[in-house]
T-cell receptor, first 111, second 117 residues
Framework: AQSVTQPDIHITVSEGASLELRCNYS??????LFWYVQSPGQGLQLLLK??????LVQGIKGFEAEFKRSQSSFNLRKPSVHWSDAAEYFC?????????FGGGTRLMVKP | GAVVSQHPSWVICKSGTSVKIECRSL??????MFWYRQFPKQSLMLMAT?????????EQGVEKDKFLINHASLTLSTLTVTSAHPEDSSFYIC?????????????FGPGTRLTVT
């Protein structure tokens, strides 16, 4: 069965600093990978996805993620964080019909 | 495009009553819809998968007689929490997958906050 691990439950960064959120997955075949963002009391918004091809994928809001098969990782990055990026971030892997989510990383942004 | 709505956005009900939550795909047809439950500060847990015109498939541990799911059309799925109890209080999120999707991408609704008193 597939699984997703987000090692960092909370991360705090200063506004303008760079950001990297970690995601490790376990899946037997080539995965479909996603990053979603959730603001308090809201649903999930898709930031980016990886299916195949270029291992560096660009998403919305200035986010990017890199798929590294050898490390079973799909880390999310942003070069300069804005206060509005404070939210909960979920990494997910798709296996067949369903999505499996990681536990989430709560991002806090210091002014 | 790919907008999913949920109604209501929040609901308060008394213990023992039933509550229906609607999930609609507004600009696409969804052959498959999913229902998730999210506890505070936790991740999403898949409750069930529903395909239009057929019975829902429930995840292990989810009571199908308590959480009734109906996917009567390609744009609407409903979740009914029957005989609700305070422990059913949670944030319920639906998602929908377009009929022609080959990427297993899901589009999420804004969620429904259920509080049972």
């Amino acid at each position: 069965a597939q699984s997703v691990t987000q090692p960092d439950i909370h991360i705090t960064v200063s506004e303008g600093a760079s950001l990297e959120l970690r995601c490790n997955y376990s899946y037997g075949a080539t995965p479909y990978l996603f990053w979603y963002v959730q603001s308090p009391g809201q649903g999930l918004q898709l930031l980016l996805k990886y299916f195949s091809g270029d291992t560096l994928v660009q998403g919305i809001k200035g986010f990017e993620a890199e798929f590294k098969r050898s490390q079973s990782s799909f880390n999310l990055r942003k070069p300069s964080v804005h206060w509005s990026d404070a939210a909960e971030y979920f990494c997910a892997v798709s296996a067949g019909n369903m999505l499996t989510f990681g536990g989430g990383t709560r991002l806090m942004v210091k002014p | 495009g790919a907008v999913v709505s949920q109604h209501p956005s929040w609901v308060i009900c008394k213990s023992g009553t039933s509550v229906k939550i609607e999930c609609r795909s507004l600009d696409f047809q969804a052959t498959t819809m999913f229902w998730y439950r999210q506890f505070p500060k936790q991740s999403l847990m898949l409750m069930a998968t529903s395909n239009e015109g057929s019975k829902a498939t429930y995840e292990q541990g989810v009571e199908k007689d308590k959480f009734l799911i109906n996917h009567a059309s390609l744009t609407l799925s409903t979740l009914t929490v029957t005989s609700a109890h305070p422990e059913d209080s949670s944030f319920y999120i639906c998602s929908a997958r377009p009929g022609l999707a080959v990427s297993y991408e899901q589009y999420f609704g804004p969620g429904t906050r259920l509080t049972v008193t």
